[in-house]
Every structure is written in structure tokens, then in C-alpha cells.
């Protein structure tokens, strides 16, 4: 049942009010298009895993070296291979209604790393007490 314009305008507004107090949270709540063909490749990599655990086995139950260390290279595909495919992808960073996308230039310098922080704190907190 699809809304009505009044209500399609008041979400709308919610929204805006929603990303205009806390971006971060918003831009966290829009969830990314599922991966086409993520679960096929979610159950293969568990088969795939389960195969790697039932070489492993067998090749420590009859002592044969190669066929173990293959099924622990298999098992360790299969867990990578779901690990990826069930990981979260983040969505692309959409600009706000009313508001424009910000610039890569922009983007690189808010998400600055712990060190670049405290060395930021360590010149301001010099250059204040040289003065």
C-alpha cells in the first residue's frame, strides 16, 4: 500500500531532521543492497569449509601429512569465502537531502587516524606555550 503524498512529505522531513542532528547515525541506518548471488556463495563456502574439516580429519586419522594440511587450506578458503560474503558492505556515502556530497579531499581529511590526532593535539599544545 503505497503512502499518500502527506505522509511521503513527513517522512521526508524526518529524514532531513534525522541526518541534519546526527549524520553518522543516519548514514549507519541505510543498510547496502544485498550482494546478488550472496547466499549461493554463503552455502559453498560452508560446504567448501566442511570438506576442508573432513580432509583434515582424514588425513590425521591415516597419518598422511598432504591430505591434511590440503583439507586445513580448504577448510581455511571456505570460512574466508563466507567471511567476505557475509561481511557488511558499507553503503555509498549519499549526500542529504538539501545538503551537497562531500569531496573525496574532505572525506580523506574526517577520517584522519589516531596519530595524526594526537600529533595535531602535541603542535597545538606547543605552539601555545612557545608563545
Do not use: C, N, W
Not at 531532521?17 to 547466499?39: C, T
Amino acid at each position: 500500500m503505497p503512502l499518500s503524498e502527506h505522509e511521503q512529505r513527513l517522512l521526508e522531513q524526518m529524514e532531513r531532521a534525522l541526518y541534519a542532528e546526527d549524520p553518522k547515525f543516519a548514514s549507519s541506518l541505510r543498510s547496502a543492497a544485498p550482494r546478488p548471488g550472496g547466499r549461493r556463495r554463503a552455502i559453498i563456502g560452508v560446504l567448501t569449509a566442511l570438506v576442508g574439516v573432513g580432509l583434515l580429519v582424514t588425513g590425521a586419522a591415516t597419518s598422511l601429512v598432504v591430505v591434511g594440511v590440503l583439507g586445513f587450506v580448504v577448510m581455511l578458503g571456505g570460512t574466508f569465502l563466507v567471511v567476505i560474503t557475509l561481511r557488511p558492505q558499507p553503503a555509498a556515502p549519499a549526500a542529504a537531502p538539501g545538503r551537497p556530497a562531500a569531496s573525496p579531499k574532505a572525506a580523506k581529511a574526517s577520517k584522519s587516524g589516531f596519530m595524526d590526532r594526537v600529533e595535531e593535539r602535541f603542535r597545538k599544545r606547543r605552539e601555545g606555550d612557545g608563545a
